[in-house]
């Protein structure tokens, strides 16, 4: 893979640890998915979550059950039952798998142009899981069970939101702290940034929004981070104009080459885990879209930091449900 550097991580006793990049993401090996984890080597993959943000698993034969297993070792998981009552059919078994694939319920694959298709654009752009809800993601785990031919897309883009931070430039960081932004998400404003013309009659401004701070601390690593996503539909306090300038100006920082990669999905059975807390990510597209199926389930761990909630109400709603499902 472009970007691995060859030599393995040293403090690790259990696993094997490869940077994938000079600041963040690393690939696993030497763990054995076919037997329960014990605890510490749980413990050495966490610490390699928290340092590097992106770990990768290569063909680790997980199934749906084991899948799911493995992600509660990391916390409490979301489901999708408030998007199947109101009205998503759900393809998979078990309602703590999110089927994030091209894929529809009878086995097709999914229309780009379908209303389903023109809401995935939004995972085009670079993200977090669930900002947008009352309570955000901590963890995500995506689990690869088909993927299209070698050299067709569907790769996922990642992006170092923690060393984009300490690369600020300093009055911009002391700008940022003396006036503590709050930053309020919209995944319907990034669908509508995704897809205009779909969703032209969408005013995100008619709907809740997920209320976090701008700069915060990621509590795990003790770093400071750029708690930003493609959902940010406005910065509370300032004139829209403002707004706009200043977080155009942090999110296209954050997304430089520099601060960013691409992990390739290589066999089924591939695993990404990645914290939400301190990265972004995106799908990255290819003409595999109307060809070839690629079947990605995640599993999505809340997360469990004192900045869960953010500044919102403790509320099981789910702000996607609100719209997006209406027009499918």
Request: hydrophobic share 35%.
């Amino acid at each position: 893979m472009p970007g691995v550097i060859a030599k393995p991580e040293s403090g690790f006793q259990n696993i094997i640890v490869k940077k994938l990049h000079p600041t963040f993401a690393a690939q696993i090996s030497g763990v054995d998915f076919s037997q329960s984890l014990s605890d510490e080597t749980f413990d050495e993959v966490l610490r390699a979550v928290t340092k590097y943000g992106v770990v990768v698993f290569r063909n680790t034969n997980l199934t749906d059950e084991t899948h799911l297993a493995f992600a509660r070792r990391f916390g409490e998981l979301d489901d999708v039952k408030p998007y199947i009552s109101a009205g998503r059919k759900n393809r998979l078994r078990y309602d703590e798998l999110f089927d994030v694939s091209n894929v529809e319920v009878d086995g097709t694959i999914l229309d780009p142009g379908s209303p389903r298709g023109q809401a995935n654009k939004g995972n085009d752009l670079f993200h977090v899981d669930s900002s947008f809800n009352p309570r955000r993601a901590g963890y995500s785990l995506l689990l690869a069970h088909e993927l299209p031919p070698p050299g067709m897309g569907g790769h996922t883009a990642f992006a170092d939101t923690r060393t984009a931070y300490d690369d600020l430039p300093e009055d911009l960081k002391e700008t940022l702290h003396q006036n503590n932004y709050v930053a309020a998400h919209s995944t319907h404003h990034s669908r509508k940034l995704a897809a205009p013309d779909f969703f032209r009659d969408l005013d995100p401004l008619d709907y809740p929004m997920g209320r976090h701070y701008l700069v915060q601390q990621h509590e795990s690593s003790g770093r400071m981070n750029l708690y930003i996503a493609s959902h940010v539909h406005h910065l509370e306090g300032l004139e829209p104009d403002e707004s706009t300038e200043l977080f155009d100006r942090l999110y296209k920082h954050a997304t430089q080459p520099e601060y960013t990669v691409e992990i390739e999905w290589q066999t089924p059975g591939d695993l990404v885990v990645w914290d939400n807390t301190c990265t972004m990510h995106r799908a990255v597209g290819g003409p595999f879209l109307r060809k070839y199926r690629r079947d990605m389930r995640r599993a999505t761990v809340h997360d469990s930091s004192s900045q869960a909630w953010g500044l919102n109400e403790h509320s099981d709603v789910r702000r996607r449900v609100l719209y997006i499902l209406r027009t499918f």
